[in-house]
């Protein structure tokens, strides 16, 4: 498969164009011209351009890539190792951000809500990034607390009544608690996200939304992989997710 053309095509499906990021979606850093094997990963760590290269992977995959706005600009330090590593072997990097969240079928948040078992009803926020929707049935928060942990494998952070009932859920992936006043103004029980700063848990507990930051890479994991099944079925390439563990 073509690099242009693979990238043509994700762009277009994921609708790249329509999002105001903090980083250029679709390819990033450009290698060899034919792509027939693709190794996803939620960031572009050195850890996994190696395991990618082992993996004799022509492209990675990511949903954290680089050049993000206001970072350092020069190709120093870290940033030029993990570039040259890719320039040396001929890995194409491409990423894609926002677009990867919000994809109603691909997206972070929808695989987070199929995986849950949440019925999505409608999304709000900024560029409609936060879903909300509800569960089949009424549990305590405590007994979704370890079925989400069981599902991601991690403890999540609970800031809510661990034996009070829940069912109707906000969730956005990733560093997205600021979207809790969002969800406070849903109405809903609980909002899910993936990081948590000290002001949102006064918030939580005066509003009565539970909150849960179930790890910034744990609710990003399974979005990449959507795209890349997607990718690998369609043009008839090899896919394989590897997940470079990390505890935020």
């Given at each position: 498969?073509?690099?242009?053309?693979?990238?043509?095509?994700?762009g277009?499906?994921l609708?790249?164009?329509?999002?105001?990021?903090?980083?250029?979606?679709?390819?990033?850093?450009?290698?060899?011209?034919?792509?027939?094997?693709?190794?996803?990963?939620?960031?572009?760590?050195?850890?996994?351009?190696?395991?990618?290269?082992?993996?004799?992977a022509?492209?990675?995959?990511?949903?954290?890539?680089?050049?993000?706005?206001?970072?350092?600009?020069?190709?120093?330090?870290?940033?030029?190792?993990?570039?040259?590593f890719?320039?040396?072997?001929?890995?194409?990097?491409?990423?894609y951000?926002?677009?990867?969240?919000?994809?109603?079928?691909?997206?972070?948040?929808?695989?987070?809500?199929?995986?849950?078992?949440?019925?999505?009803?409608?999304?709000?926020?900024?560029?409609?990034?936060?879903?909300?929707?509800?569960?089949?049935?009424?549990?305590t928060?405590?007994?979704?607390?370890?079925?989400?942990?069981?599902?991601?494998?991690?403890?999540?952070?609970?800031?809510?009544?661990?034996?009070?009932?829940?069912?109707?859920?906000?969730?956005?992936?990733?560093?997205?608690?600021?979207?809790?006043?969002?969800?406070?103004?849903?109405?809903?029980?609980?909002?899910?996200?993936?990081e948590?700063?000290?002001?949102?848990?006064?918030?939580?507990?005066?509003?009565?939304?539970?909150?849960i930051?179930a790890?910034?890479?744990?609710?990003?994991?399974?979005?990449?992989?959507?795209?890349?099944?997607?990718?690998?079925?369609?043009?008839?390439?090899?896919?394989?997710?590897?997940?470079?563990?990390?505890?935020?």
């Amino acid at each position: 498969m073509n690099i242009k053309e693979l990238m043509d095509y994700t762009g277009q499906i994921l609708e790249v164009e329509r999002f105001r990021d903090y980083c250029p979606n679709g390819l990033q850093v450009e290698g060899r011209q034919e792509v027939n094997s693709i190794v996803t990963g939620v960031t572009a760590s050195m850890a996994l351009l190696q395991a990618a290269q082992q993996a004799g992977a022509d492209m990675v995959l990511v949903h954290h890539g680089y050049f993000w706005r206001n970072e350092d600009p020069r190709i120093i330090g870290i940033k030029h190792k993990r570039i040259r590593f890719l320039l040396e072997h001929q890995l194409n990097l491409s990423a894609y951000h926002l677009p990867l969240d919000a994809h109603p079928v691909l997206g972070n948040n929808a695989q987070l809500a199929l995986k849950l078992g949440l019925q999505v009803e409608g999304s709000v926020g900024e560029q409609s990034l936060v879903l909300h929707g509800s569960l089949p049935q009424a549990e305590t928060l405590g007994g979704f607390q370890q079925r989400l942990g069981g599902l991601l494998q991690r403890q999540p952070l609970v800031v809510g009544d661990t034996a009070r009932e829940v069912q109707r859920v906000a969730w956005c992936t990733g560093a997205a608690q600021q979207y809790l006043e969002s969800a406070i103004e849903l109405g809903v029980d609980v909002f899910i996200s993936g990081e948590v700063s000290e002001q949102t848990v006064h918030l939580a507990r005066e509003s009565g939304v539970a909150y849960i930051a179930a790890g910034h890479h744990a609710t990003e994991r399974y979005g990449v992989q959507a795209l890349g099944r997607h990718l690998a079925e369609k043009f008839g390439l090899s896919h394989r997710f590897i997940d470079i563990d990390n505890p935020v």
